[in-house]
């Protein structure tokens, strides 16, 4: 089984920047894929970013503005120029080498104008 431990988020204004980390951890199985969906009242959860051993990808047109990177099994949402339409609870996942994916408890990240 993964554990997942987020921290990160909060409220800042238009055009800032916030970071949100990830840390996984597991036993008996290793860490394959990490990344975060993010999801706003009354809409679908959607992919924000994702990044694996060799490769990583982002939702929609958030490269640019969002980075996403790794050091071992943490992973890093780096997220600027922010607009309030990326208000939204961001939750990370994490995908193992086996069994099922695994999704942290979620972050707010509310952006003002």
């Known amino acids: 089984q993964v554990q997942l431990a987020e921290s990160g988020g909060g409220l800042v204004q238009a055009g800032g920047s916030l970071r949100l980390a990830c840390s996984a951890s597991?036993?008996?199985?290793?860490?394959?894929?990490i990344g975060w969906f993010r999801q706003a009242p009354g809409n679908q959860r959607d992919l924000v970013a994702w990044i694996a051993p060799s490769s990583s990808g982002y939702g929609g047109s958030l490269k640019g503005r969002f980075a996403i990177s790794r050091e071992n099994d943490t992973a890093y949402l780096q997220m600027n120029s922010l607009e309030p339409e990326d208000t939204a609870v961001y939750y990370c996942?994490?995908?193992?080498?086996?069994?099922?994916?695994?999704w942290g408890q979620g972050t707010q990240v509310t952006v003002s104008s």
């Open positions: 597991a036993t008996t199985v290793s860490i394959h894929t």
């Open positions: 996942y994490a995908d193992p080498s086996r069994g099922p994916r695994s």
